[in-house]
């Protein structure tokens, strides 16, 4: 790599334990982290020709490595909260793909804007937040997201795309099928709210309704964190991926022949024709619960999370996943998909 600016960093026979959050210790060919828009062009071009697999990563929180990767993972170190309005009805801000998805959580928490306070606490950086469309609690980050900035791989030009052209969907977007790996997120422009629009709909938050006054932002975050901590394994102590599994859409009448033998199946209506049924009950049906493979388990708490319980090979977890898709197929006829990227 030529002329290569000094922020750049450049590993060879990398260890990625602490680039996924399942903490497998599998190792990249290379990995390049940049600071920089102009970085991150001068790697693509110094990419360009060379026969060999690319991957972009943000915090790794969503990805399972099968396997040693035989490539370049690229990292985005570009960090900034910039605001670019603050009125009284709405607050723009520019955030670079390389921010800590949390931290800007707690900024705006901290400002008592509206908007990303529900998904407070959700590993992961801002660049791949925009991509996986995350949601919890309620909410799902597209509904802040205004625009999406972009450069595109092959040309190292810049790509703005804004909210309507992202398709987005259940943690879902464009930028996981059609346009897979085409384009590398460099920032994300959200439009928050100083005035208070809530979304307090879920089990344990709704107490909050109850609250004098309208809970300020930084109300939700803490309960949201709260519900996290109890809920989900604290990334430093247990690896996992979040929730392995989306939650299945089924057809209505396969959800009615369920819940003939199981009368109070959770669900939500999508549809008059599509129910949302939770993964995590499925599997609990299933009796998976605490269950392990090899050093990969099925966590006690929410049986939708798997943990690296000791020292997981990637075959442990694909093994697990598969034996508990068989087991839902086999007892429900629905598939589970993976919520999770397979590397
Ligand atoms: N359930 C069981 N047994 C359990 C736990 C849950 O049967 O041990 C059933 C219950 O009926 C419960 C339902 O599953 O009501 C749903 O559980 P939960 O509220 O924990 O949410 P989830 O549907 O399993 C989704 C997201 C989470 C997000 C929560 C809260 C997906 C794939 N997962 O989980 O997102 O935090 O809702 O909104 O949509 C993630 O994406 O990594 C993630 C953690």
Redesign the pocket.
């Known amino acids: 790599m030529r002329d290569m600016a000094n922020s750049i960093t450049i590993k060879r026979d990398y260890s990625l334990r602490e680039h996924n959050t399942f903490g497998l210790d599998v190792k990249a060919k290379q990995f390049i982290n940049y600071n920089t828009i102009d970085e991150l062009v001068e790697v693509l071009a110094s990419l360009k020709g060379k026969e060999q697999r690319i991957l972009h990563i943000g915090g790794g929180?969503?990805l399972l490595f099968t396997q040693d990767f035989e490539g370049t993972i690229l990292h985005s170190g570009i960090k900034f909260i910039e605001y670019v309005s603050r009125e009284d009805h709405e607050v723009v801000i520019r955030v670079g793909a390389g921010v800590k998805w949390d931290d800007l959580c707690a900024e705006m928490a901290r400002c008592n804007y509206y908007g990303c306070e529900?998904l407070s606490y959700?590993p992961g950086e801002v660049g791949a937040s925009a991509i996986?469309n995350?949601?919890?609690?309620?909410?799902e980050v597209e509904s802040i997201i205004q625009q999406v900035e972009t450069i595109e791989a092959s040309t190292g030009k810049p790509r703005v795309f804004h909210h309507t052209e992202c398709g987005y969907g259940?943690?879902d977007s464009i930028f996981k099928h059609r346009l897979q790996g085409q384009y590398i997120v460099t920032a994300v422009v959200y439009r928050l709210s100083p005035i208070p629009i809530v979304h307090l709909d879920?089990?344990q938050l709704q107490q909050l309704r109850s609250h004098a006054g309208t809970p300020t932002a930084q109300e939700i975050r803490d309960a949201v964190i709260a519900?996290?901590q109890s809920?989900?394994p604290e990334p430093d102590e247990l690896g996992s991926?979040?929730?392995?599994?989306?939650?299945p859409v089924v057809p209505a009448k396969v959800f009615r022949q369920i819940a003939t033998t199981y009368g109070d199946v959770?669900h939500y209506v999508i549809s008059e024709d599509e129910i949302k049924i939770?993964?995590?009950?499925?599997?609990?049906?299933c009796g998976w619960?605490g269950k392990s493979h090899g050093g990969a388990a099925v966590y006690?708490?929410?049986?939708?999370?798997l943990v690296n319980k000791d020292h997981a090979t990637p075959t442990d977890i694909i093994k697990l996943a598969t034996l508990i898709e068989q087991s839902v197929l086999e007892k429900f006829n629905i598939h589970l998909s993976p919520?999770v990227n397979y590397i």
């Open positions: 929180s969503n529900n959700i996986q995350i949601g919890a609690y309620g909410v259940y943690r879920y089990g519900i996290r809920k989900l991926a979040g929730s392995f599994f989306k939650n959770p939770p993964a995590a009950w499925l599997i609990d049906q619960k006690e708490k929410q049986p939708l999370i919520e």
